[in-house]
């Protein structure tokens, strides 16, 4: 998986560069298609300066997966947090779309399967 990271008014320090690519490579292991293929833009940052409450971070992350394209956006108090929870959500909407692939083959198994019997049946 290429993984491209952009910063947005916060310094981008080698820490958190390799803790967004430890954390958006481990998603890699719920991913069925050829992985070299597959491009992740991650972009992190502080939304305001002047927020009331204290800073608030972003972690935003588009998959370019084989079919679709998956979006996750979390905000954060803390800019780690919200790397977590944005990798946590990338990791349901590939799972959620591999079941989905999977129930549609089951699917069509079933009616090939329900074919056949009646083809069997009527003979």
């Given at each position: 998986?290429?993984?491209?990271?952009?910063?947005?008014?916060?310094e981008?320090?080698?820490?958190?560069?390799?803790?967004?690519?430890?954390?958006?490579?481990?998603?890699?292991?719920?991913?069925?298609?050829d992985?070299?293929?597959?491009?992740a833009?991650?972009?992190?940052?502080?939304?305001?300066?002047?927020?009331?409450?204290?800073?608030?971070?972003?972690?935003?992350?588009?998959?370019?997966?084989?079919?679709?394209?998956?979006?996750?956006?979390?905000?954060?108090?803390?800019?780690?947090?919200?790397?977590?929870?944005?990798?946590?959500?990338?990791?349901?909407?590939?799972?959620?779309?591999?079941?989905?692939?999977?129930?549609?083959?089951?699917?069509?198994?079933?009616?090939?399967?329900?074919?056949?019997?009646?083809?069997?049946?009527?003979?």
């Amino acid at each position: 998986m290429n993984i491209s990271i952009k910063a947005t008014g916060i310094e981008m320090t080698p820490a958190i560069h390799d803790y967004v690519t430890e954390k958006i490579g481990s998603v890699e292991r719920f991913i069925s298609a050829d992985r070299n293929t597959i491009m992740a833009a991650v972009e992190i940052g502080k939304t305001t300066n002047h927020h009331k409450l204290g800073d608030l971070f972003r972690a935003e992350i588009n998959l370019d997966y084989p079919g679709t394209q998956l979006r996750v956006e979390v905000e954060e108090e803390d800019l780690y947090a919200a790397i977590d929870e944005a990798k946590d959500d990338l990791a349901e909407e590939i799972k959620t779309i591999g079941k989905k692939k999977m129930t549609l083959l089951k699917r069509g198994g079933r009616l090939i399967k329900n074919l056949l019997r009646g083809f069997s049946r009527n003979k």
